[in-house]
């Protein structure tokens, strides 16, 4: 499970630096980790501030310039 988690980070992680195209595998892993936050922000309120960096931010907004080939 750990091991699978890391996984999200490191590609979403490495589409930010450049390292890894931006693709569906990015997006979906986005997704996932959003998924967990809100959780977590379900959990305790004590997550309620935290939020993804602005690079994320704008990986999300820029979903709809990915070109598919």
């Known amino acids: 499970m750990i091991e699978m ?3 999200h980070f490191q590609i979403v992680g490495k589409s930010i630096s450049g390292e890894r195209a931006i693709d569906e595998q990015t997006f979906a ?3 996932i980790l ?3 936050l809100e959780r977590l922000r379900d959990l305790d ?5 935290v939020t993804f960096s602005p690079n ?3 990986l999300k907004a820029s979903k709809g310039a ?3 080939s």
Do not use: A, I, K, Q
């Open 45 to 49: 309120p004590v997550f309620g501030d």
């Open 66 to 68: 990915v070109t598919v």
């Open 56 to 58: 994320v931010g704008e």
């Open 34 to 36: 959003g998924e967990r």
């Open 29 to 31: 892993s986005l997704e």
């Open 5 to 7: 988690e890391s996984n």
